[in-house]
């Protein structure tokens, strides 16, 4: 973990959280996926986790996001 924050400038978990995120953006953009299968498929266990974290980092929960791609 030290090795890899002085190297990019942030923890793994920060990494990681970022890919989950724009994974889960990309498929609530382009896909008509059941939200719980997305939150799947963006690595969480469960859509209640998905929800929160997807709420905190973009304002918005993830059927309100979808929404906003029309």
């Not at 724009?22 to 896909?31: D, H, I, M, P, S």
Request: charged share 30%; aromatic share 14%.
């Amino acid at each position: 973990t030290t090795i890899f924050k002085a190297a990019y400038g942030f923890t793994p978990k920060v990494y990681r959280d970022g890919l989950r995120l724009k994974e889960a953006k990309r498929l609530l953009k382009n896909t008509d996926k059941k939200i719980i299968d997305i939150a799947a498929e963006a690595g969480f266990g469960s859509v209640t986790t998905f929800n929160r974290f997807f709420k905190n980092a973009t304002g918005y929960t993830p059927a309100a996001y979808r929404k906003r791609r029309d």
